[in-house]
Nanobody, 124 residues
Framework: QVQLVESGPGLVKPSQTLSLTCTVS??????????WSWLRQPPGKRREWMGA???????YYNPSLESRLTVSRDTSKNQFTLQLTSFGPEDSAVYYC????????????????WGQGTQVAVSS
């Protein structure tokens, strides 16, 4: 059973960079044909797929976030990370990491395993 756990700050100052880490257990992030995603859900809005890193190390991004988003990984720790620059009020959301097995499916939000989510808000 693959488990994913998000970690990172609950508050981010305006214009700063958000960094989140997803720690994976029960499976390897280099397992063939797996995709490891970041998604978010702002209050009152639909969940949005942000980007992903594949088992191969290739990265894929939502075009609306591509200029501000970097997804990377540390295979020695079995972790993957999100960095979102220029954080603002519109970025306040619950952030999720998740595992999927098809690139087109993950782009529309279909994943096999999910983290519990972590709330991130902009601080005043």
């Amino acid at each position: 059973q693959v488990q994913l756990v998000e970690s990172g700050p609950g508050l981010v100052k305006p214009s700063q960079t958000l960094s989140l880490t997803c720690t994976v257990s029960g499976g390897s992030i280099t397992t063939a044909h797996d995709f490891w995603s970041w998604l978010r859900q702002p209050p009152g809005k639909r969940r949005e797929w942000m980007g992903a890193i594949a088992w191969s190390g290739d990265t894929y991004y939502n075009p609306s976030l591509e200029s501000r988003l970097t997804v990377s990984r540390d295979t020695s720790k079995n972790q993957f990370t999100l960095q979102l620059t220029s954080f603002g009020p519109e970025d306040s959301a619950v952030y999720y990491c998740a595992r999927g097995s098809d690139l087109e499916e993950i782009r529309v939000g279909f994943h096999r395993d999910w983290g519990q989510g972590t709330q991130v808000a902009v601080s005043s």
